[in-house]
């Protein structure tokens, strides 16, 4: 892209009229200020760079986004979130007052984005906001100011700098002390456009809370393209279960970037699931801050057609006696491809921490392509490390011995591909096992024996 076309995008004062118009604080708008100056700046990502070696970062830059492209969400007018009590498993009634007879209150915009939040949950004192209304709440703001932007920053990259700077779906999530939520809270990201589609994601749990987030990017557009960050903070003691489910079309480019940041005892367990989009790159991790913290993190990654995958994962321990296991599965048929790269880091005032990871790759097609890369950094001798890495196609024994059971050979592939992701299945939230199972079966449909 043109220089001219990357000053066109927007300017410093769109950015300022766009902060104004949804009443975000001074700060607030000073912050998308400097991060657009960040990203106006900053060169392309060298593909010499590991984590860019599969990738073309100019995929995922705005083409084509003037500012008046958006201004539906840019302004605010549709940013406004109305609530309404639901039924389990229905739709949203009348917005405006709650009406009886519900057991769940969900947020929507016509802007595409839908939260859910138990009625139990909210009497708890769980609360979910619009993002730019939470940073100008005289409680939330302070906590969102210091927090915003502080585990995924500006730093990281320049489209983490762009979604910064421009992201027009925001939702905050704050869970008290000591709160245990009944339900998943639900975020959904759906739709994407050819202007400009920035999202942002902030939760915050309390000491000695524990809750479960289903973050979900789908829909479909014409060309569209949408960045992500979402930023997730644990307190002491507490523990997060963190479901990414990424379901978009696979007309849609996307790039998604999110960190759990865990203090002293405190635990988290992610689950990634990538079923769609054309070309996607995400860049996802931990970072073991407080002592005995652990993290847990499991991935299932399926690909067909000429689909495009490129995950990231990152488990940083910076505090002793803490421990991480990473497992990550992919299955790719037709011409599809998936990038792997898992990092480990243990510093050196991290000792008597443990960390394992796993990265295994079933190919369906021999045009299909799998590429895995882990790495450690360790810094201390007082440590516990392995990783591991797999890449091929069904065995042929395995295969062989179904068929010799009387099982036609499509069925049989099915049965191993199932096989194959069924322990990621099982540690994923239980309320999403079967239907991931059911997106599962109707893509192995498409399996050609």
């Not at 605010?76 to 769940?104: C, H, P, Q, R, W």
């Not at 762009?162 to 992201?167: C, E, F, P």
Request: with cysteine; aromatic share 6%.
């Amino acid at each position: 892209m043109q220089e001219t076309a990357r000053q066109a995008l927007l300017d410093e004062q769109a950015l300022v009229e766009f902060s104004r118009k949804r009443g975000e604080p001074q700060w607030l708008t000073e912050a998308r200020r400097a991060a657009w100056s960040v990203f106006v700046a900053a060169p392309w990502p060298d593909r010499a760079q590991h984590l860019w070696r599969y990738s073309d970062p100019q995929w995922f830059e705005p083409e084509n986004a003037e500012l008046t492209a958006g201004s539906a969400d840019l302004t605010g007018e549709n940013a406004e979130l109305t609530a309404a009590k639901v039924k389990e498993g229905g739709n949203a009634t009348e917005s405006g007052n709650a009406a009886e007879g519900g057991d769940a209150v969900a947020f929507r915009s016509s802007g595409g984005l839908t939260v859910r939040i138990s009625i139990e949950d909210r009497e708890r004192g769980v609360e979910i906001l619009p993002l730019e209304r939470a940073a100008a709440h005289p409680e939330h703001g302070e906590r969102i100011r210091r927090r915003l932007g502080s585990a995924v920053g500006d730093s990281f990259g320049r489209l983490e700098a762009l979604d910064a700077a421009i992201w027009s779906r925001g939702v905050y999530l704050h869970v008290p002390r000591g709160v245990r939520t009944s339900e998943p809270l639900r975020v959904e990201f759906n739709g994407a456009s050819d202007s400009i589609d920035g999202r942002r994601v902030l939760m915050i749990v309390e000491e000695n809370a524990e809750a479960m987030l289903v973050e979900q990017h789908s829909g479909d557009a014409a060309d569209g393209r949408c960045w992500g960050v979402s930023e997730v903070f644990v307190g002491e003691g507490a523990r997060v279960d963190y479901v990414l489910l990424q379901t978009l079309d696979d007309s849609i480019t996307a790039h998604l970037s999110q960190r759990i940041v865990l203090e002293r005892d405190a635990h988290a367990r992610s689950s990634l699931v990538s079923f769609g989009g054309r070309k996607t790159k995400v860049d996802t991790g931990t970072l073991l801050a407080g002592e005995g913290s652990e993290a847990e993190t499991v991935g299932l990654l399926y690909g067909h057609g000429r689909q495009f995958f490129d995950h990231h994962t990152d488990h940083h321990h910076s505090a002793p006696h803490t421990d991480s296991n990473l497992d990550f599965k992919v299955v790719l048929s037709g011409r599809s491809r998936s990038s792997y790269t898992g990092n480990i880091t243990i510093e050196k005032k991290a000792p008597f921490s443990s960390a394992f990871q796993e990265n295994r790759n079933l190919l369906l097609s021999e045009k299909a392509r799998a590429d895995s890369i882990p790495e450690l950094e360790i810094d201390i001798d007082e440590v516990q490390c392995s990783h591991g890495a797999t890449i091929g196609p069904i065995s042929p024994d395995e295969l062989f011995y179904l068929m010799s059971r009387g099982i036609p050979e499509k069925e049989a592939v099915k049965q191993i591909v199932q096989g194959f992701l069924e322990a990621i299945l099982q540690k994923i939230p239980a309320d999403l096992q079967e239907p991931l199972r059911e997106e599962l079966a109707v893509r192995l449909e498409e399996i050609r024996a």
